[in-house]
Nanobody, 122 residues
Framework: VQLQASGGGLVQAGGSLRLSCAAS????????MGWFRRAPGKERGFVAV????????YYADSVKGRFTISRDNAKNTVYLQMNSLKPEDTAVYYC????????????????WGQGTQVTVSS
């Protein structure tokens, strides 16, 4: 199983980035996909999730209205569109896959990508 995250980089506050996460080795369409992030000196935290069955999305309050998660099952890829970025969004972003459970808990995810760095300058 491999989750390959990409799309991170350096952007000014107010800018946008789109992260991608390509999955292989799993039946992608049967997995709920999430994004988490770890900021310097902080624990990894939930960002967004998209369920496998209905495509329902949930977001952390801190990103609601600015970030959009989506998936393309034909491409085995999940995306995170990040708009109106703020310096506090600076973190390593991880994609993850789960077969079920509480979506906002990292402990319920079975597979993880390697992370991609997002840096937002003020």
């Amino acid at each position: 199983v491999q989750l390959q995250a990409s799309g991170g980089g350096l952007v000014q506050a107010g800018g946008s980035l789109r992260l991608s996460c390509a999955a292989s080795g799993i039946t992608f369409s049967r997995f709920t996909m999430g994004w988490f992030r770890r900021a310097p000196g902080k624990e990894r935290g939930f960002v967004a999730v998209i369920t496998w069955r209905s495509g329902t999305t949930y977001y952390a309050d801190s990103v609601k209205g600015r970030f959009t998660i989506s998936r393309d099952n034909a491409k085995n890829t999940v995306y995170l569109q990040m708009n109106s970025l703020k310096p506090e969004d600076t973190a390593v972003y991880y994609c993850a896959a789960q077969g079920g459970g509480i979506y906002y808990s990292a402990n319920n995810y079975d597979y993880w990508g390697q992370g991609t760095q997002v840096t937002v300058s003020s």
